[in-house]
């Protein structure tokens, strides 16, 4: 059993930096792929990053790339998202989600999901 709980959220101006933490309980947290989707109203979620167990390989949606990083920390049982030149269109609120299996850009693929954070986006 994994818990995720998201912070970092805010509302930040176009051009704009956010960095999310995902920290989660459970001493197997290195042994799950981690993933960062995003939702914004009316639409369905989406895939934004994910990371490998030992954090060597990375995964982004080609909305983010070279925008967006993330990386994780197993000593502090933590995953995050580094958010740089934020635009408008990034506004969601965003769900960290672990999966025990090879990466995978489907929600459905991801067994534990934190609560969200919302991020906003003004342009």
């Known amino acids: 059993q994994v818990q995720l709980v998201e912070s970092g959220g805010g509302l930040v101006q176009a051009g704009g930096s956010l960095r999310l933490s995902c920290a989660a309980s459970?001493?197997?947290?290195?042994?799950?792929?981690m993933g960062w989707f995003r939702q914004a109203p009316g639409k369905e979620r989406e895939f934004v990053a994910a990371i490998s167990t030992g954090g060597s390989s990375t995964f982004y949606a080609d909305s983010v790339k070279g925008r967006f990083t993330i990386s994780r920390d197993n000593a502090k049982n933590t995953v995050y998202l580094q958010m740089n030149s934020l635009k408008a269109e990034d506004t969601a609120v965003y769900y960290c989600?672990?999966?025990?299996?090879?990466?995978?850009?489907?929600?459905?693929?991801?067994?534990?999901w934190g609560q969200g954070t919302q991020v906003s986006v003004s342009s």
């Open positions: 459970g001493r197997t947290f290195g042994s799950y792929l």
């Open positions: 989600a672990a999966r025990g299996g090879l990466v995978s850009r489907r929600p459905n693929d991801y067994r534990y």
